[in-house]
């Protein structure tokens, strides 16, 4: 897991997050889960109850319905945003390209 600073910086960093307060950030950087994801390990699959938002610390993650690629997203992007926040079922699943490493955040 990487230090809290590393995880406040690369939280700063994210549009996601760009006009959170410092408070905001130091909260949620101790609230997140550091992941290491191998290439073809799926993060989560359509049709699950979003509960949490991911941010690609590094790496490449597919979004995908199926075969059907939608977009990608890579360092510094985030994704499940919509289905965490409001709960919602997943539309798409995400896998990753790549050894990837993320952090979650419930």
């Known amino acids: 897991m990487p230090e809290n ?15 959170a307060s410092e408070e905001t950030i130091n909260e949620l950087a101790a609230k997140v889960e550091y992941i290491e994801a191998k290439a073809g390990d799926r993060i989560f699959s359509k049709g699950e109850t979003g509960s949490a938002i991911y941010f690609v610390v590094e790496g490449s993650m597919r979004i995908h319905d199926e075969d059907v690629v939608l977009t990608h997203r890579g360092a510094g992007e985030a994704f499940g945003e919509i289905g965490a926040l409001a709960s919602l079922t997943r539309t798409a699943s995400v896998t990753a390209e790549i050894d990837s490493q993320l952090f979650r955040l419930d």
């Open 5 to 19: 600073e590393a995880i406040r910086r690369h939280l700063r960093k994210s549009i996601f997050l760009s006009s």
